[in-house]
C-alpha cells in the first residue's frame, strides 16, 4: 500500500498545488507548531487519491482548521439567529422557508465544496460536515437539505459532470438551484439497484419513464440527479445517472409525504413520464450510475452522521441548559440530582463518541485512505446515540420536553431519519460485517 | 479630497452572562467579536458599498490589541469586508487599559494617515465606554459618539451623525477626520460568508509591537476591591484624566433588582402612584 502512496504522491502533490493553499509539499517537522497541524483539511481535492499523511504530526479528532472553525462560527450564528425562530413554524406548517432556502445560499452554503471559480466556496469536506452538523443542532431538517445538496448532488456534478454541465450547472447550485438525488423507488430501497426507472436512447438524447419515491429536497429543487437503467439485460451495471430540469415535458410531483420528523424537508413521489432529456444531460458515462451512487452514498453517510451527531447535540444542550438553570424540584435544579447527572454525562459521552466516529470518517475520506467502514460505523452509532439522547432530553425537561414548544420533542422525532436514510442501520452493520469478515476470514 | 481611509478597531471579547442570565459562562465559552465593533466594520462595509461618501473609501483597516488568539477576530473582520489587518500582540489575561489602546490608535492613525476612525461605542467586557472619546482627545479630532446613523455631505468634509437620545435623535454635524463610535441600532451586522471566509485567508495580517508604535501599556489604574466572583456587572467609579495621571476603580455590585408588582386597571396604577408619592 505505501509504495502506491509513494507512486500517487508526485500527482497528489500537482493537485495540490494548484488549490494555491500551502499544504502537503510542505508537510514536515516544521509544520509544528503552525496553525495547521492538520494540512489536510485546507486542501480542496476532491478525487479519492491517497495522501501520504506519514510525517504529519498527529492532531486530536477534534482539531479542526482555521477555516473550519470560521465554518462553525459562521454557521452556528446563522442558525441560531435566523433560523432559530422559525423552527418550530416550518416543522408545524411542514414546509421549508424559502428565505431560509435564499439565505443558505447567501451565506455560500449550498456551494461548500464547489471551487471558487463556479462562484462556492472552494472549502474542504470537513468544512461541509462541520457546517452541517451547526445547522443540525438548530434544525435537522435545514441541515438534511444542505447536506444532500452538497455532498450528493454537487459532489456528483463536480467529480463526474462533463466540462459543459459544469460550467452550466456549478454556478448555478451555489448560488441559487437547490438539487436533488433521485435513487430510491417504491420498489427498490435498500436494494438499490433493483431500480425500475428505464432509460432509452433516442435520435436527440435520452427519454426517462419510471417513477421514484422519498426524494428529499423535491419541492425546492430545481436540478434532479436521476438514476435509471439503460439496459435491464445487463442488470444493475446498465444503472446510469442523468440530469433532469424541473419543467421538463413529462416530469411531475405526484405527491408530497407526510412525515414523522424532518417536516420541514420535502419528501415527494416523482413522476417521469417520457422525460425526454438532450444527450449533454448524461452524468458520467453510461452503465456507470451504480459505481457514482455507491461512491456518493459512501460520502453522503458522513454527512447524515453529521447531521445526527448536530441533533444529539443541539437536544442535549437544550435539556441541559433547562435542567441546569430553570428547573427546580425539592429545592434543588433538578440537573443536580446525581440520576440525572450520571444519564448527562453518559449522553454527553456517547455523543463525544459519536463525534470522534464521524470527524476521523471525514478526515480518512480527505486523506484519500478507505473510509467505507469508518462511514457506516459513524452514520450508525451517531443516529442510535442521536435516538437516544433525543429521547432522555425529552424525559430530562419532563412536561416541557413534551410539549410542541421549543424543540425537545422535534429532535426526538427528527433522529428517527436516522436509521433509515441513505443506507438502514441494518445496511450500515451488514457492509461493516462484510468488511470486517475480510478482513478476518482466512479462506 | 481623496478617497476614505478608515481604521476599524475591534476587541475579542468574551460574553459573560448566559443565556438564561443566571450564570456566568467560563469554561469552553467562546471568545467573539465585541457585539458593537462588528456594527463599526458593517458601517465602515456599508460607506464603501452604499459609495455614501463622495470619494469612495481607498481602504479599511481592522486593528486589534489582544492575545494571538485575536488574529481570529480579525479573519472574521476580514471576511466581513476589511483590507487588511493590524494585530498588536499582547500575553493572554493582560489587560489593557483604555488609555494605552487610545495611544497605539493614535499611532496606526498617523501611520496609515487614516482619516475616519469607527469604533464600537464600549465592550461588553469592562464596559469603560472611553477609547473613542480618549482617541479623538489625543489626536484633536471632532467626535460624535453613540451614532445610529452616519452620513456624509456632497463636500467630500462634512459628516452628519444621528444619535439616539431620550426623547428623540439628535443630530451632530461635524467634519473629517472624525472619531465615530457606533450604537446598537446603527446598522445590522452581515454574517460572514463562506466564500467571503476563504478570501479572508488570502488577507494580510501585520503584527507589529506597542514599542514600534511608541506606547507603553504599563497600567495606570489600580484596582481596590472585587466583589462578588463573577454575576455582577463590573462599574466603573472612577475615571482618570487624559494626561495619564493614575486614579482608581472600584468594581462593585449594583443593588439587587426588587420584583415588580402588577395592577388590574387604571384606577388600581394611579392609586399605586399615589401610595408611591409619584404623583
Excluded at chain 1, 463536480?158 to 423507488?185: H, M
Excluded at chain 1, 428505464?198 to 421514484?212: E, L, P, Q, R
Excluded at chain 2, 494571538?68 to 493590524?86: F, H, Q, V
Aim: aromatic share 6%; glycine share 10%; net charge positive.
Amino acid at each position: 500500500m505505501s509504495s502506491i502512496i509513494k507512486t500517487l504522491r508526485p500527482a497528489v502533490q500537482r493537485a495540490t498545488a494548484y488549490t494555491a493553499r500551502p499544504a502537503l509539499r510542505t508537510a514536515g517537522v516544521r509544520r509544528i507548531g503552525q496553525q495547521h497541524a492538520r494540512p489536510l483539511s485546507s486542501t480542496a481535492r476532491r478525487r479519492n487519491e491517497a495522501v501520504d499523511i506519514s510525517e504529519v504530526p498527529p492532531t486530536p479528532i477534534t482539531h479542526l482548521s482555521e477555516i473550519e472553525v470560521a465554518m462553525a462560527d459562521s454557521v452556528s450564528k446563522f442558525a441560531n439567529d435566523i433560523i432559530g425562530p422559525k423552527v418550530r413554524e416550518m416543522d408545524e406548517n411542514e414546509a421549508m422557508d424559502p428565505t431560509v432556502v435564499e439565505q443558505l445560499f447567501e451565506q455560500g452554503l449550498m456551494g461548500v465544496e464547489i471551487p471558487e471559480e463556479y462562484g462556492g466556496a472552494g472549502m474542504n469536506f470537513t468544512a461541509a460536515i462541520v457546517g452541517i452538523e451547526e445547522l443540525a443542532r438548530v434544525d435537522p431538517s435545514v441541515s438534511v437539505m444542505v447536506d444532500v445538496h452538497n455532498t450528493l448532488v454537487n459532489t456528483a456534478v463536480l467529480r463526474y459532470g462533463s466540462t459543459e454541465l459544469k460550467k452550466k450547472w456549478l454556478p448555478r447550485l451555489a448560488t441559487d438551484t437547490v438539487g436533488s438525488f433521485c435513487l430510491s423507488e417504491p420498489i427498490s430501497g435498500s436494494d438499490a439497484f433493483a431500480l425500475a426507472t428505464k432509460a432509452t436512447k433516442t435520435d436527440s438524447g435520452y427519454k426517462i419513464s419510471g417513477g421514484k419515491m422519498w426524494i428529499t429536497n423535491s419541492v425546492e429543487a430545481n436540478f434532479f440527479i436521476v438514476f435509471a437503467n439503460l439496459d435491464h439485460s445487463k442488470g444493475y451495471k446498465g444503472i446510469t445517472a442523468f440530469v433532469v430540469e424541473k419543467g421538463t415535458k413529462g416530469f411531475s410531483i405526484a405527491k408530497k409525504e407526510k412525515k414523522l420528523g424532518i417536516k420541514a424537508s420535502s419528501t415527494c413521489v416523482l413522476n417521469f413520464d417520457d422525460v425526454e432529456i438532450p444527450k449533454g444531460n448524461l452524468l458520467g458515462e453510461e452503465g456507470q450510475g451504480y459505481k457514482y451512487a455507491i461512491a456518493l452514498l459512501n460520502e453522503g453517510r458522513i454527512g447524515i452522521a453529521a447531521q445526527m451527531t448536530g441533533l444529539a447535540l443541539g437536544a442535549f444542550e437544550n435539556a441541559a441548559k433547562y435542567v441546569w438553570n430553570d428547573r427546580k424540584q425539592f429545592g434543588q435544579l433538578v440537573g443536580d440530582f446525581q440520576g440525572m447527572q450520571h444519564q448527562i454525562a453518559q449522553s454527553y459521552t456517547e455523543i463525544a463518541a459519536a463525534r470522534a466516529l464521524v470527524y476521523n470518517a471525514a478526515r480518512k475520506k480527505e486523506a484519500g485512505e478507505d473510509f467505507v467502514q469508518d462511514a457506516a460505523m459513524a452514520k450508525l452509532y451517531a443516529s442510535q446515540v442521536a435516538g437516544r439522547v433525543s429521547g432522555l432530553a425529552i424525559e430530562w425537561m419532563g412536561g416541557m420536553g413534551f410539549v410542541r414548544e421549543g424543540i425537545a420533542e422535534k429532535m426526538w422525532r427528527d433522529s428517527k431519519i436516522g436509521a433509515i436514510y441513505e443506507g438502514t442501520s441494518n445496511i450500515q452493520l451488514t457492509t461493516i460485517a462484510k468488511l470486517l469478515k475480510k478482513q478476518y476470514s482466512t479462506s | 479630497m481623496s478617497a476614505l481611509r478608515i481604521l476599524v478597531p475591534v476587541k475579542r471579547v468574551k460574553p459573560r452572562v448566559n443565556k438564561a442570565q443566571t450564570a456566568v459562562e467560563t469554561a469552553g465559552v467562546k471568545h467573539s467579536m465585541n457585539p458593537f465593533d462588528e456594527l463599526s466594520i458593517e458601517e465602515s462595509v456599508r460607506i464603501r458599498e452604499k459609495k455614501s461618501y463622495p470619494h469612495g473609501v481607498s481602504e479599511i483597516i481592522a486593528f486589534t490589541c489582544g492575545p494571538p488568539k485575536s488574529a481570529d477576530i480579525l479573519r472574521t473582520a476580514m471576511a466581513m469586508g476589511a483590507d487588511r489587518s493590524i494585530h498588536v500582540e499582547t500575553k493572554e489575561g493582560d489587560e489593557i487599559e483604555p488609555l494605552s489602546v487610545a495611544k497605539l490608535l493614535r499611532a496606526v492613525v498617523q501611520k496609515e494617515k487614516v482619516d475616519l476612525v469607527v469604533l464600537g461605542k464600549q465592550s461588553i467586557d469592562d464596559d469603560a465606554g472611553q477609547t473613542g472619546q480618549m482617541l479623538a482627545g489625543l489626536l484633536g479630532w471632532a467626535q460624535a459618539t453613540q451614532a445610529s446613523k452616519v452620513s456624509f455631505e456632497g463636500d467630500g468634509k462634512g459628516v452628519v451623525v444621528e444619535k439616539e437620545v431620550d426623547g428623540g435623535t439628535e443630530t451632530t454635524r461635524s467634519h473629517l477626520p472624525m472619531v465615530v463610535t457606533a450604537d446598537l441600532r446603527l446598522n445590522e451586522p452581515r454574517y460572514a460568508s463562506l466564500p467571503n471566509i476563504m478570501k479572508a485567508k488570502k488577507k494580510k495580517i501585520e503584527k507589529i509591537t506597542a514599542e514600534e508604535l511608541g506606547v507603553d501599556l504599563g497600567k495606570r489604574l489600580k484596582t481596590l476591591k472585587v466583589i462578588g466572583k463573577w454575576k455582577w456587572k463590573r462599574k466603573w467609579i472612577l475615571n482618570m484624566g487624559l494626561d495619564g495621571t493614575s486614579a482608581n476603580t472600584i468594581f462593585a455590585e449594583p443593588p439587587p433588582r426588587q420584583g415588580g408588582g402588577k395592577v388590574e386597571d387604571v384606577d388600581g396604577m394611579i392609586t399605586k402612584l399615589k401610595e408611591l408619592g409619584a404623583i
